[in-house]
């Protein structure tokens, strides 16, 4: 949802995900504005097996689901995703370990994260990879990690 340009030919979009939810509308000062996702991934994948070669790329986002209590025909769930909330751990482990996988040495991995239903220090216990640096500032969190060039 944060990206400027989803079309961008320099970015790779991977999602397990595809289509478009419609979730009726909602009413603004100019009207009814429709709620609408559209999930259209360039790879269609799962991020704990990411499809990719070792050392593919200078820059991951990771930008997993951070809901693990949500309706799974929910607007947040069709929008954003859904951890299941009895592997979450393994699975977020098991994403950042693919992250580095495919990060060329010295890659950077930037890492955006949710706090509303799970601590970012829960998350942050999945891994062994320590962030650089990191805005502290709101619930949404993102964090800057960096591939050595021994890995």
Do not use: S
């Given at each position: 949802m944060f990206w400027w340009d989803k079309c961008n030919p320099d970015v790779t979009f991977l999602d397990k995900r595809v289509g478009q939810f419609n979730f009726g509308s909602y009413t603004t000062a100019k009207g009814a504005v429709p709620r609408t996702v559209t999930v259209n991934p360039d790879v269609v994948g799962d991020f704990r097996d990411l499809p990719f070669a070792d050392e593919s790329f200078y820059m991951v986002v990771f930008d997993p689901p951070h809901l693990v209590h949500a309706g799974q025909s929910s607007w947040l769930a069709k929008k954003y995703g859904v951890l299941d909330p009895d592997t979450w751990q393994d699975d977020l482990s098991r994403g950042f370990s693919e992250c580095m996988r495919?990060?060329?040495?010295?890659?950077?991995?930037?890492?955006?994260?949710?706090?509303?239903?799970?601590?970012l220090s829960e998350v942050l216990a999945t891994t062994e990879f320590k962030p650089l640096f990191g805005d502290k500032r709101a619930k949404t969190r993102w964090l800057v990690f960096m591939k050595d060039d021994k890995s």
């Open positions: 495919v990060l060329k040495p010295n890659g950077t991995l930037i890492f955006k994260w949710n706090t509303e239903q799970i601590k």
